[in-house]
């Protein structure tokens, strides 16, 4: 009996650490093998890079704690960027960035009502979120990308704060405070407890739909804010770009430890997801190896890890 | 006592499904005789019925494809991208002959089905989670052989055989190869669903667990719709490379968008167990109505994918609702 709690409590603790482990030994891999890996340059690429599919992650994290998944995320940043790019033609820059997280976050709430009212499972309402995101995106800028020529705008994305990238800390501010709000809060606690079991959630009084409403808002919301810096580093807006971004936000939170089934995964654990594709990116790019050749390794790796999750999953129901 | 409730599910399913093609079959009537309306006549007249045909052989192989993973309850994700890989796979290896090229992607497509059948049955893995993996993979995988543009010859430079670029050009007794293709494949998906095999697979959508205490070898049958949903992907490839001349990693982009829609406009289920090659086919020729007459009536082709999308929620939502209130 003891033996198998501590076993667990191992369990446990493998599943809660081993992300940020892993991370640790692929900086120190990456510091032995090559030797421009550990310079300011190399780290603040990285991190200003993956700061964008940060906030994509911590979107994705709160739907996939509730059993639920957002396929539309690449197309909602492209969406975004868009919605800005157009109104930045016309309108002061802060509106304008108003106006495309508005947008978003509006997306969000349909996926949201229809995830929550209605019996479509979520992979299809965000797949068709996917294909009307992107519709719009291409509809409003005619196919064409749309540069943005107001010069304060580039600061958001590219910006430093004492030599690291402001984009980077912004997101580790965003971890912070969704930690906080899911350890702590009300609605925080209860998107652990839909991802545990809808069902039991509902019976102990969780109003589940509304729950789920929220965590596909937040999604998009969170979103926009990726997708405003993602804008602010290309400085233009792209209607065809960022497609496939919802396969790496997945990916980081399914490395990081979440479980597809709901109500398992930490934010400390997906931002040290996010931070692995980027070191492993980093590397292959000094390595030489063909980006082309990084879907690839991303795929198998992201099958892996939910195999994994899956197979100490089905044997801890065993026991 | 099992075998007469399982007969009875199935006969009250089949009149379900007549029902349901019904309806499908009247949406269709209404939307072509809409088109003949708005075109004045133009779109009844044979070329571009015709156009219309090429333009959907593709969806429509690869629809049918689908509609055995979702028969099973499942998803394949991965058609567009497996389609893409062909496409590259089978100019490039020109130089090993026709039937050399089409055994490779046969290969090719057969292995990545082989392995999405393996993770979801097996592992038990959502499939729509597996099949994106694999999309990931194999159009990744896509891009590396083809240095990330279009490829027109061969790795030692062959060109494309002839037969392919005649494919789309000829005919036999005035009917066009890739029309007779799509007929034939309809046929034979429609023979299939009529073996043992076929019904297995809906009987498995229906209740997988009930199916698998029959005796039914549930994990093979699910396999096997993996795989050939996989391979057919694939092997469209050549329809595609017939079509354009060119081999393209971007090649099907929205075809798992499209085929669901297709399925799903058929009157598929996504909860498995429900769904027919008529209603299919059916769903091809709506989505390819609809498409003719957005362009018709000017539409912008940048909305496509929204109006696809749109398409995808409306038709599932009507499916399910559908199913709760039978």
Redesign the interface.
Known sequence: MTRADARTRSANWISRYNAPVALGILLVFGALVFDKFLTPLNLNAIAAQYAIIGFLALGQLLVILTEG?D?SQGSIVAFTSIVIATLMLDYPPGLAVAGGMIAATALGVVNGL?VSR????A???T??????????A??IS??NPISIEVDGFAVIGRGKVLGVPGSFLLFLAACLLIDWFLRTRRLGRHIYATGGSAENARLSGVNVRQVKLWVYTLSAFLTSIGAILWTSRLRSGSPIGAS?YE?ES?AAVIVGGGS?FGGAGTVLGTAAGVLIFGVINSCLNLAGI?P?????L???L??LA??LS??RR?SGSNR | MQATSMLDRIRSNSTFETHATGRILGVFVVLVTLASLISGGVFLQPNNLLNLGYQNIILLVVSLGQLLVILTGG?D?SVGAIHALCSVLIVLTQDYGLAGSLAVAAIASGLLGWINGL?VTY????S???T??????A???A??IS??GTVYTGWGGAAIHPVLKAFYKQGLLGIPYPILFGLLVAGLFTLFFRTSFGHFMFAIGGNRRAAFLSGIPVRRIEMIAYILSAMIAGLSGALFVARVDLGDPQAGR?LA?DS?AAVSIGGAS?AGGTGTVLGTVLGVAILSVLNNIMNLVGV?P?????????V??LA??LN??RQ?SS
């Open positions: 998944i396929l229809l209605t019996r479509i499972p992979f299809i309402v797949l068709g979120m996917l294909g009307i995101a992107r519709g719009l291409l509809l005619d196919a496939g396969f997945i597809l063909s082309y050749w990084q879907g690839t991303k795929g198998i992201v099958l939910v195999a899956q197979l089905s | 998803i994700l993770i592992v038990r893995l959502p729509f989670v597996v994106l993996g694999i999309a990931q993979i159009g990744s995988l891009t590396v240095r990330g929205w968008l669901i996504l912008p940048t909305l496509q994918p929204a109006v696809k999308g749109l995808i929620l599932v939502f399910s609702t709760r």
